[in-house]
């Protein structure tokens, strides 16, 4: 399945540099460890489990699973019966044991430039051990789930790892999705308590995350589950002796007009809890399959899915990734542009650099704030060794030319990586080459919030790359390509991406619902997961992700079901129908073409449009916002009435070629559709 050598030809080779030190050294060495890792994980990932603290060891096999519907459950265990506890992993240890205590865990960066300040492994243990007690307080104990909405600041690493010291399970929001998202997410994993943040600034714009939080509690009370507590952070309106660890006065992020609206029977300070707290706490002991944090992710049916992790296999997992795909070396200065509200932010930003006991920046703002230059500033600025965005961002930053890059020297930058969605070769190149100057590979790094970390991805010093490809598999990784009838392709093909064994990272269920677990990734393929993605497999044996094959879409690496904004365009009593499709975008990737039909007497107008842009923004967030909306008075349907998307994406994208339309019921429809095309985004 992976070539015996190397390819010598139309590849970028990873430095001669890096090859010296690497924990992957060359290709051979690879594909040696590869095959050891599928053939005995139980050794392979045994070994691991070394480098970690395990109060019990596990009693069963290492991992323990069922992938086939026919037989039974299905079911992913990694050393149960092992105990442990991921923050005494991620901070005892490296304070005690490693003699990590005094190394900086977290650089953070504000949204303003020269907003800064640092945290070391031993304030943050500190400071983890206080909030758990604060937790441990409001009454939160061991299996509890408890919401987390807010903005990139350390607090937010001190929340998580709180929870996990304790045994509770940690929902983190994205602070861009909107009250109702938070609403919907709190309902559905039953959290007890919200954590959130007065308000942040992204760029210029103020986010009112207590008036957001507010509004979320208010529904949840209004649909009979009243959130009992919510404790806020000052971030903006921290009086100066509560800030920890600044190296900077925090003037420019002071914000007097902020609105903060305050329930005495619900709301609690973060700071004045802080206060007395102990910081001395007793890590709980977790069997290794005790659940340690869910995240949703869109699900095809436009209800987002509970993706539940737990303990000690996405500890492992997330650890091994971090250190073999970038390398990790203890001077390193690591950077992951992502938000921890996804899952780039809690494996590759939390998790995973932790373990290791390594370094990171934690950057609140945006690429383009004050400028495009931004980036490239914080490279230089903290000696970045590791980069890690999203293809979106490079793409974007691209289209400013190389003069704000060129402005920085990043002679710090040793390796680029990329997620979130395939990246276009023109894109790779310029990463390579210009932000890169042709010393740093870069690793395209295929993976899901299902699957915890990596899957398919280049090691920086072992893959000879191709851009636009991400790749082989990662260690204890299967990949196959099936096509429509199940069968596995040998050779260069295209068809699904699916896996044929678990690793230790993937997920477990879907929260609160097995079943939904079941029949979204084990059901089409019996014996299989199946990730939703198209893969094509080349002559070297290279995979090349080609995108979705769902009713999903990605829009700037983030996932959206076509359904979830239907249905929030749906609730606008203007609308009686909507068809939402994906339309490819130079820097987003893709963007959202939304059909919508009105009701009888309604006319369309751009107030009516503006309106219809707000329902989505409010009812899933900003990210969700449709590009283009088209006044569609007829769908084009099948006689059974199933609206026809792959006649609605040609029109979309204005191309004339439809292919066999014979199923359509009426197909005047289509005539009429593209004479009102959107030509311009609203
Ligand atoms: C897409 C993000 C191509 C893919 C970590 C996947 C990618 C979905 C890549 C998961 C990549 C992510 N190349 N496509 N390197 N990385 N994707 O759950 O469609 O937010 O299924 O996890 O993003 O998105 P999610």
């Known amino acids: 399945m992976i070539p015996d050598k190397a390819p010598k030809e139309d590849v970028f ?105 640092t945290v070391t492994y031993r304030e943050l243990l500190q400071r ?13 104990k061991k299996g509890d789930r408890v919401s987390i909405y807010m903005p990139m600041v350390v607090e937010l690493v001190v929340a998580m790892l709180a929870c996990a010291r304790i045994g509770a399970v940690h929902s983190v929001v994205f602070a861009g999705f909107s009250a109702e998202s938070l609403c919907e997410r709190i309902i559905d994993s039953q959290c007890s308590l919200l954590i959130t943040a007065d308000g942040f600034y992204r760029g210029d714009k103020l986010i009112n995350l207590k008036l957001l939080s507010d509004e979320a509690l208010q529904k949840c009370k209004d649909k009979g589950f009243p959130v009992k507590k919510c404790i806020m952070l000052k971030h903006l309106s921290k009086e100066p002796e509560e800030i920890v660890g600044s190296r900077s006065p925090p003037a420019k992020r002071s914000c007097p007009d902020l609105e903060i609206p305050w329930n005495p029977e619900v709301d609690l300070c973060w700071h004045t809890l802080i206060k007395g707290a102990s910081d001395d706490c007793e890590p709980v002991w977790c069997d290794s399959e005790d659940p340690l944090f869910i995240l949703y992710t869109s699900g095809s049916t436009g209800k987002p899915k509970g993706v539940l992790h737990t303990v000690s296999g996405y500890m492992l997992y997330t650890a091994i990734t971090f250190k073999l795909v970038f390398d990790y070396q203890p001077d390193d200065i690591y950077w992951c542009t992502a938000d921890i509200g996804w899952i780039t932010g809690h494996s590759y930003i939390t998790y995973g650099p932790m373990a290791l006991g390594a370094t990171s920046v934690l950057f609140e703002g945006l690429p383009t704030y004050p400028d495009v230059s931004r980036m490239w500033e914080i490279v230089d600025k903290y000696h970045v060794t590791k980069f890690y965005t999203a293809p979106t961002a490079i793409r974007l930053l691209m289209k400013f030319g190389n003069e704000p890059v060129q402005k920085y020297k990043r002679k710090s930058l040793k390796i680029l990586g990329t997620v979130g969605e395939p990246i276009n070769p023109e894109a790779w190149q310029w990463y390579y080459n210009v932000v890169g100057e042709k010393r740093c590979p870069v690793v ?59 690793w230790p990272g993937m997920m477990r269920t879907v929260y609160g619902n097995h079943q939904r677990f079941e029949t979204t990734y084990f059901k089409k393929f019996p014996g299989y997961y199946v990730t939703g993605d198209g893969c094509r497999r080349d002559k070297d044996g290279y995979y090349w992700i080609t995108g979705r094959i769902d009713d999903m879409l990605n829009v700037s690496g983030h996932l959206l079901s076509t359904a979830e904004v239907e249905s929030a365009l749906v609730e606008h009593k203007a609308v009686a129908e909507a068809a939402v499709v994906s339309r490819p975008h130079p820097v987003k990737g893709e963007s959202l073409y939304c059909f919508v039909t009105l009701n009888d007497g309604v006319s369309y107008n751009q107030t009516l449009e503006a309106e219809l842009k707000k329902q989505v923004r409010e009812k899933i967030g ?61």
């Open 128 to 140: 983890v051990c206080q909030f758990a007690n604060v937790l441990k307080s409001q009454g939160v």
């Open 622 to 682: 900003a990210i969700a916002t449709p590009d283009y909306i088209q006044n569609a008075p007829g769908l084009p349907k099948t006689r059974s009435g199933k609206i026809m998307r792959r006649v609605l994406r040609k029109v979309a994208c204005n191309e004339k070629d439809l292919g066999d339309i014979s199923t359509l019921a009426d197909s005047s429809v289509v005539e009429q559709l593209f004479q009102n095309r959107c030509c311009t985004a609203v």
């Open 444 to 502: 395209d790094t295929f993976w899901q919030t299902e699957t915890g970390g990596h899957v398919l991805t280049p090691l920086p010093a072992a893959t000879p790359m191709k851009p636009g490809s991400a790749t082989f598999p990662f260690f204890g990784v299967v990949p196959a390509i099936l096509n429509e009838s199940g069968e596995e392709l040998e050779g260069p093909s295209e068809g699904y991406l699916v896996f044929k064994q678990p």
């Open 13 to 117: 080779l990873g430095s001669e540099d890096l090859k010296k030190e690497a924990h992957v050294p060359s290709f051979d060495k690879y594909k040696e460890l590869y095959i050891h890792s599928v053939e005995n994980p139980g050794e392979f990932w045994g070994d691991v489990a070394k480098d970690f603290f395990w109060r019990n060891k596990h009693t069963g096999q290492f991992l323990d699973y069922n992938f086939d519907v026919t037989k039974g459950e299905i079911f992913i265990k990694c050393m149960e019966g092992a105990t442990t506890n991921i923050c005494y992993n991620l901070l005892d240890r490296n304070v005690h044991e490693k003699k990590l205590a005094d190394k900086i865990a977290f650089l953070w960066e504000g949204n303003e430039p020269g907003d800064e300040l």
